[in-house]
């Protein structure tokens, strides 16, 4: 039971650090521009494809940093001559385009590296133990993960409060045309900072590629999560994002661990009812993947601006 | 005159659904069939984007439920058909579609009034989780949702129906051609309603209909549920259709169709979606024959249209009809020439530019060999001639829209 709860909660912080990673990114871009960039998983998944092809080159390590660089290129070139040309047309219209790109992006994988699974895998050496709980191995790979995620946390949150770009971008936020009006040029600011969010996407898919798998599939599995992470931690919260992951993080880890069935839990409370029936057998295991939208529905439904936002979306 | 006018359009297309048959044969009965069910898909879809300022990432779900639906009542009426007596031995497979509405609607009217509180991101936002929701809870109910295979069904069960026993495809195109023009008067004369015309109303200002007296939320969650509805209609065409319905027909991808179609279509205009539906379903039935990249340059052309013509195919095709009115066309014509011309060319450029991708990374390519071509990706020929068709195309492009400047 100890082991059980020792690794889920080892690997549930692990799952929502990554979450974080992501969502990090598209809030910071929500706040800013006002739109939910429906391909941000894509470019996670470009992350991952571009560690994985350049890593064949030129090693794992200078593909660990070369990967987010490119994808940040990416980012700033789609909000340069796609996001900012459509945002003249509203929200709706930012929203369809970015839903298109993230088809687009899925299917140009598709074309490059083909519909199978490709062998993404971290080097030898990090596959060895760091250290053995219980008789189970943890590798040093999800150890240097999860260093790689709190570095990027105290990094970002250096950036954000320390520096000047920083203090810019938060003003920018809030009041993006007196920001103007002093000089600054806004419209660059914007394309950094889409291309920043999108280089820590990008980092995530380089990292969690290998513990997650890199497949197509892979943008469309996680992408719907992080909006539930962005719209539960609040819209444009960064500490709620940071909340929210790690608590959906946790609650997916746990249920898969914990294989009860409804009948169980009745069971606790005295109550007899058959393990195999359709609704009373339903398993935790098989709830773990709708638990982010039940979740997201009810914030929605009863608390609008999240866990820890001041805006309604 | 003008009652000539307001009817030519539906005389028109009736005749049109009439003579269809006459003119087509075989496997295009069939794909015409699925495009009748796509119509009234993107259109319910347009109720609430085009019409209402909702942006549903989750309509699928009522198509997909109200499909769930017809299918269990077609089961129902071919065991009462059996045993001979009961309701459902009376209700004809022709009526189904309406079943499916009911579905539609019904779920549309329990899940509905939180959601449509706020339109815009929440609303997006929370049909979303409702989609995925729905997609992921069908894996927990086999009984209901037939599991990973879906629910079979046989259609030739129960009364016929004028003659239709439904066991052709070109019977089920009279079915198809009866609910499809039924569904689309419906919808277009929903849009002449009092309600319809208060959806709009709150898509453009939502805080002045509160002032006035008409709470946007109430307005909101009659059209969700009308949507829903007409959602579930497509989705009992569909039930009829294919007599076999998967968990497919409720996912992300089938919402994101809707969206897709209404969207090329154009959504301010009310027949958009039907010009969509019709384009976005032929490129995907024909185009996966000849390449391997279809849904690649489905993605594109949506990309394109919310790029560079916002109010999608229906808005090009009302700019000419507004020009044919006004005498126009002769002074327009060269400019439509070369922006038709430069659009051509860069077309030709992506798609040579993504097979020869394509040939580079799986060592064939489907439209070359259809076409008969030998494409050498290693030469850098196929490579010149994409280069070449850009430049022509963007400086074509850059033509047209300085001669639009120098004449505005």
Partial sequence: MLETIVFSTLNGVLYGLLLFMLSSGLTLIFSMMGVLNFAHASFYMLGAYFAYALGLHIGFWPALFLAPCLVAVIGAVVERYGLRRVHVNGHVAELLFTFGLAYVIDELVHLFWGSIPVSYVPPDYMQNALFTLFGTDYSIYRGVTMMIAVFMFAALWFLLKKTRVGMMIRAALTHGD???????????????????????????????????????????????????????GGMGSLIGAFYASLLIGLLQTFFVAFDASIADLLGVFGVQADPYGEVTGITLASLAPMTPFILLVLILIFRPRGLMGELEP | MTVFRAFAPWVISLAVLLLLPAVTS???????????????????????????????????????????????????????????????????????????????????????????????????????????????????????????????????VGPVWFGLELAQPADVYWFMAFWVFAAVLAMWAFTRTPLGRLSNAVRDNPDRMQFIGYPPRNVRFLVFIASGGMAGLAGGMAAVNYEIVTPESLSLLAS????????????????????GAILVTVMNSLLSDYTDAAVLYVGLVFLAVVLFAPSGLAGGIEHVRQAWHGKQVAAKAPRW????????????????????????????????????????????????????????????????????????
């Fill in chain 2, 256 to 275: 994101g169709l809707a969206l897709l179609m209404a969207a090329v279509g154009g959504l301010g205009i009310f027949y958009g979606p039907i010009v």
């Fill in chain 2, 26 to 156: 075989g496997s295009a009965v069939s794909v015409i069939n699925v495009i009748a069910i796509h119509i009234v898909f993107a259109l319910s879809y347009n109720m609430l984007l085009g019409q209402g300022g909702m942006l549903s990432f989750g309509h699928a779900a009522f198509f997909g439920l109200g499909s769930y639906a017809a299918i269990h009542a077609m089961n129902a009426i071919g065991d009462a058909a059996y045993a001979g007596t009961g309701f459902w031995a009376h209700f004809p497979v022709f009526l189904l579609p309406l079943v499916g509405f009911a579905g539609g609607a019904l779920v549309a009217l329990v899940v509905g009034w939180p959601f449509c509180r706020r339109a815009g991101t929440a609303f997006a936002m929370i049909t979303l989780g409702l989609g995925e929701l729905v997609a992921t809870g069908t894996q927990m109910f086999p009984s209901v949702f037939g599991g990973e295979t879906g629910v079979f069904s046989n259609r030739m």
């Fill in chain 2, 337 to 408: 020439l070369a922006g038709t011309l430069s659009v051509t060319a860069l077309c030709m450029a992506l798609v040579l530019a993504v097979e020869l991708v394509y040939l580079l990374s799986h060592g064939t390519d489907k439209l070359a060999d259809t076409l008969g071509m030998e494409l050498d990706a290693s030469s850098p020929l196929p490579w010149a001639a994409v280069i070449l068709l850009l430049a022509t195309g963007y400086g074509l492009w850059r033509l047209t829209a300085k001669s639009l400047e120098a004449t505005s």
């Fill in chain 1, 178 to 232: 007196m920001v103007g009006h002093l000089g600054h040029n806004v419209p660059r600011l914007f394309m950094g900072v889409f291309g920043f969010g999108c280089a820590l996407a990008g980092l995530a898919g380089v990292i969690g590629g290998p513990l997650l798998n890199t497949e197509p599939g892979m943008a469309q599995t996680l992408g719907p999560i992080v909006f539930v992470v962005v719209v539960v």
